[in-house]
């Protein structure tokens, strides 16, 4: 059966199958004892694109995948709204013990300030994870020399080191 690109979004069976709930995210691998990552992908992203990990995702992991602000989003509100609805999703998930956000380019701005919310608000904020975000925050690059970053690095690496 074909379908159009319309009917392929609007097709009530396809949202079922990707889980979606109150059309802001799906999720994949959908087990309350699991750790949980919430992904904040980039702007316009086809969240259909996440179907194909459902294979690699491990069985501890559920993956909770947030549809993409779109342009019209980007320009009509703040990060810090965005961030907000998304944040009330994650409250949705009453039972986590912890929350772990992921970010891709302007997602990864968005995941950033999510969890400076999530941190406001004293949540269990467990990690957070940046590809390639997209911003620039004066207080920090500033003063932010080379042996600084040097440092910096050196510190995750050691860290990453001694979790293996």
């Known amino acids: 059966m074909l379908l159009t690109l319309k009917e392929l979004f609007i097709n009530e069976q ?34 259909l694109n996440f179907k194909i990990l ?11 995948d947030f549809n993409s602000v779109t342009v019209d989003d980007a320009v009509n509100t703040t990060v810090e709204n965005i961030a907000s609805n998304y944040i009330h999703s994650i409250d949705t998930f009453n039972f986590l013990k912890k929350i772990n956000v992921c ?23 467990n990690s957070v994870i940046l590809f390639d975000p997209g911003f620039y925050t004066p207080s920090y ?24």
């Open 54 to 64: 459902e294979e690699i995702i491990p069985e501890n992991v559920s993956l909770v």
């Open 103 to 125: 970010g891709w380019s302007l997602g990864g701005t968005i995941a950033y300030e999510m969890a400076s919310q999530l941190e406001k608000r004293n949540d269990k904020l």
């Open 14 to 47: 396809l949202k079922s199958d990707f889980n979606l709930h109150e059309n802001n995210f799906y999720c994949i691998n959908y087990k309350e004892q699991n750790d949980f990552l919430f992904f904040v992908p980039p702007i316009g992203y086809n969240t």
């Open 141 to 164: 690059d500033e003063n932010l020399t080379e042996e600084k970053r040097k440092e910096l690095i050196k510190r995750l690496l050691s860290k990453q080191t001694d979790k293996s």
